[in-house]
């Protein structure tokens, strides 16, 4: 362990002690110029509804047109649906803040209207909030994959095994998935990239009109967010990564996946203390006596749901022991899924009960939204061939990590994805600005701290990272923690960091 991880996990930053440990990153910038090629510019309106999402008054939208290829810039071109959200305090204004949603499949604008009112309160006015839905996301050029509606419910999307262990039908899964995204994907689908998005991310720079951005990235988006700052280094101002997984170019996003099983297991133990916790008892939602007990008593639940699964409240869609499994995946982002999750678990408990499915258990998810969600992970890295010990890593993986029983291992279509060309991951560095600040949870189930250290490892002197006495996913204006709010928006409006990695107690 080095000397910087060490320092993440044992140094405190208080409330009353943060801004004297900080030190300044650059001068504030009350107004950013142009640079590069001039872009038209956009045209601004009112965006659409989105359902489920209420946008704060004066979030508009426009479209953002960019080249298909960049290698043939003057070809087809595709549709990227862009966002903006002025500052309220235009005497406060440094510059331009760019929103990066999570995923891949993560909508940027839908991002902005959940987040963009309390961004601006948090950063003081500091920014004019913009944010992109990215190329086969939402409101952009979608592309799809013909995949079957059976295959796109989150229990055969993900590639859970079946409940003897056996990955057969995934693997037969996967292929015919892979052929039929190869089918009918085309070009678009082929284009669907991380630095592609970094491309495209850099026409939405030049179309606003700013010589630098400066970014709050979150999840996937902190790697895309990584990959921007890399490729030019010259156009962030201030970049901050919130929930980040491993940028090991031989690991990105297949390792990604198979750090979910620690992730999971080291998040579970909050959940069982809140389903233990008396106060449950007033709420009808206590699980056990004693945290220890959840965790076995889960298990045993999902093994039942194995043999016998249930009828829920969705006529034809049982709930299974993966159904329950892919549940807990959901709950684990943050506190507010616990209850949800409990709810669940007491209704499959009950031989009276009709268990009511979250809603990523009750249908199939739209093709467009399937396919963009694998295509990113499978266009970016060469995933290890469908011949290369899936079955013997599957086992392993359920051995030790029960609670996701051998799904973040598993063969996934990616395994026999087809590439026009070898994929070129980026490699991420130390080399660049010291203008990153990085934010992470000691306890998340989907971006655990083992791949944020390696991310804070390949960023070198260039980050400063805080860690979060928390479980959950995503941290900054996520998951209630004052004091790592406070050093994230201090960075972005003041510019200065903690002068050594620390961490913030819960």
């Not at 007990?293 to 039942?304: C, I, K, N, Q």
């Not at 469908?386 to 079955?391: D, F, L, R």
């Not at 598993?410 to 080399?431: L, S, V, Y």
Request: glycine residues 10%; hydrophobic residues 40%.
């Amino acid at each position: 362990m080095t000397t910087w991880t060490r320092k993440a996990l044992l140094l405190t930053v208080s409330a009353a002690a943060a801004a004297g440990t900080l030190t300044a990153v650059g001068a504030p910038a009350a107004h950013s110029r142009p640079a590069g090629p001039a872009t038209p510019p956009l045209a601004w309106g009112p965006c659409a509804p989105l359902p489920g999402a209420a946008f704060p008054a004066g979030q508009q939208c426009a479209t953002l047109r960019v080249p298909l290829d960049y290698r043939a810039p003057g070809g087809r071109t595709v549709d990227v649906a862009v966002t903006r959200l002025r500052t309220d305090r235009p005497e406060a204004r440094r510059g331009t803040l760019l929103v990066l949603a999570g995923g891949p499949g993560g909508s940027g604008v839908r991002r902005l209207a959940q987040k963009g009112e309390a961004l601006r309160e948090a950063t003081e006015g500091a920014y004019d909030l913009i944010s992109l839905d990215p190329r086969g996301v939402g409101g952009s050029t979608r592309a799809t994959c013909g995949i079957p509606g059976p295959d796109r419910h989150a229990v055969t999307l993900r590639s859970w095994p079946s409940a003897d262990g056996s990955i057969a039908e995934n693997t037969e899964r996967s292929r015919r998935t892979a052929e039929s995204c190869d089918r009918n994907g085309g070009p678009l689908l082929r284009s669907l990239t991380t630095r592609n998005q970094a491309r495209d991310i850099d026409r939405l720079r030049a179309a606003v009109g700013e010589r630098k951005l400066s970014v709050w990235a979150h999840s996937y988006g902190s790697y895309a967010g990584a990959v921007y700052a890399q490729e030019h280094p010259g156009r962030v101002d201030r970049l901050v990564l919130d929930s980040t997984g491993d940028p090991d170019p031989a690991r990105v996003a297949y390792g990604w996946l198979a750090n979910m099983g620690p992730g999971t297991a080291a998040s579970f133990p909050g959940f069982a203390a809140w389903a233990a916790d008396p106060a449950r008892d007033a709420e009808g939602l206590r699980l056990a006596r004693r945290a220890e007990d959840v965790r076995p008593l889960f298990l045993a639940l999902a093994r039942e749901l194995d043999r016998a699964p249930r009828e829920s409240d969705v006529p034809g869609v049982p709930l299974t022991g993966n159904g329950l499994r892919q549940a807990l995946q959901s709950a684990l982002q943050g506190d507010a899924g616990f209850a949800p999750l409990a709810r669940l678990v007491r209704a499959a408990r009950d031989p009276e009960g009709r268990p009511a499915l979250p809603p990523e258990l009750a249908g199939p998810l739209p093709d467009e939204d399937a396919a963009v969600s694998m295509a990113v992970v499978c266009n970016d890295v060469r995933w290890p061939g469908p011949a290369s010990g899936y079955a013997r890593r599957v086992a392993a993986d359920r051995a030790r990590y029960p609670l996701t029983a051998g799904m973040p291992v598993n063969i996934t279509p990616c395994a026999f994805w087809k590439h026009e060309e070898e994929p070129r991951p980026a490699r991420i560095t130390d080399e660049g600005p010291s203008n990153v600040l990085m934010i992470q949870s000691l306890r998340d189930p989907a971006t655990p701290l083992a791949g944020a250290l390696r991310m804070r490892a390949a960023l070198g002197e260039r980050a400063r990272m805080v860690t979060v006495e928390r479980g959950g996913h995503g941290m900054y204006l996520g998951n209630g923690n004052a004091c790592g709010d406070r050093v994230v928006s201090d960075f972005l409006v003041t510019g200065r960091r903690p002068a050594r990695d620390a961490h913030c107690p819960d």
